[in-house]
């Protein structure tokens, strides 16, 4: 089918980001935005108010009605919260009429209680696009790709044919795609990572150094891999770009919003306090307790991923990560 009319739900950062680049290579951009203040300052002005001299394409159409927004689409972008899927997918699919589209997955994260990853959650609320969610997923930080630095991502799926054409579509400008048939991999890796994200930030709250995150990062990748493998992940994928890859750039970058309110939590702010201060969503906060409780689901030993997972949901002491580590 060939792709014509886009739609990316959530004009963030990165939805926004995802919308100008695919405006820019010619598609026609319909960006749905739930909340009516972001909503009237980008239909105001076309100006992002958190992105420095970002104006909205030409090719943009702001939308806030479901029914506009999916009626026409030939491909869906999902740049929502991970929480929030299950959810927007029982809305939406009485207006997708059974039309065999495509749908692509920019958020990261795992449903809490099912472990299942935003592709799985997608393709069992619409049955009749099974196999025809991608996930979109590496090192990729919005604000850097708005500024045209070159950036090289996953598209992963099952179906050979789709992914090659769905990576064609993003492929082009700072943006090269590759195509993977790991997508269980993928997710996993993307939905793991923000929580070492979070794990590198508490280290720099703690004052302590890149040598400490380094090791920090090596040891958590180990359990990277123990979790994605047995859940049925290919061990490519954990050290490709969106595990390493990802890791290193969230773990590691002063930008990263899950390291940042990795950094408030290890300064001895609450995880309520340490949120507001961060302001945008930080999706490895969400994730930490399915990560732990996955874990813990197949008796594997994850102590960096345990030590983060209590210092958020335990309030436990932040030097416990150090312990974890050996120190």
């Known amino acids: 089918m060939k792709i ?7 004009a963030g950062v990165w939805g926004s980001v995802l919308a100008q680049h695919l ?14 203040e972001l909503f009237d300052k980008l239909s105001s002005t076309r100006l992002h108010p958190n992105i420095e001299n970002f104006k909205l394409h030409e090719n943009i159409k702001l939308e806030r009605g479901l029914p506009a927004a999916v009626t026409n689409a030939d491909m869906l972008i999902f740049v929502i919260s991970s929480k929030s899927v299950r959810n927007f997918c029982k809305q939406i699919k009485p207006l997708l009429d ?8 920019a958020s990261k994260g795992l449903e809490d209680g099912t472990f299942k990853t935003v592709c799985e959650v997608i393709e069992e609320e619409l049955p009749h696009l099974k196999n025809r ?7 990729s930080f919005a604000l850097e790709v708005a500024r045209g630095i ?20 993003f492929n082009g400008g700072p943006v090269v795609t590759v195509a993977s048939d790991d997508r269980r991999g993928v997710e996993y890796g993307g939905a793991i990572k923000n929580v070492v994200a979070i ?11 890149a040598n400490t995150k380094a090791a920090l990062i090596t040891q958590a990748m180990q359990e990277m891999a123990t979790i994605t493998m047995v859940q ?5 994928s954990i050290y490709n770009l969106s595990g390493l890859g990802d890791a290193i750039l969230t773990g590691m970058s002063s930008i990263s919003r899950n390291r940042r309110l990795g950094e408030k939590l290890g300064q001895g702010l609450s995880l309520d306090k340490a949120r507001e201060q961060v302001g945008t969503i930080a999706e490895g906060a969400d994730s930490v ?8 689901k197949h008796g594997l030993t994850t102590p960096i991923l345990d030590a983060i997972w209590q210092i958020l949901i335990q309030g436990a002491d932040k030097k416990v990560l150090l312990k974890a580590l050996g120190f």
């Open 98 to 105: 059974g039309r065999k589209i495509t749908v692509v997955s």
């Open 23 to 36: 405006a820019g290579r010619g598609y026609k951009i319909t960006l749905w935005e739930y909340y009516e």
């Open 199 to 209: 794990g590198c930030g508490i280290l720099d709250g703690l004052g302590d150094g």
């Open 150 to 169: 070159p950036t090289k991502i996953l598209v992963a799926g099952p179906d050979a044919a789709l992914v090659k054409e769905t990576a064609a579509v």
């Open 289 to 296: 307790s399915s990560v732990y409780h996955l874990a813990r």
């Open 4 to 10: 014509n009319n886009i739609t990316v739900f959530g």
């Open 232 to 236: 049925g992940g290919k061990m490519e």
């Open 133 to 139: 969610a991608m996930a979109f997923s590496g090192p």
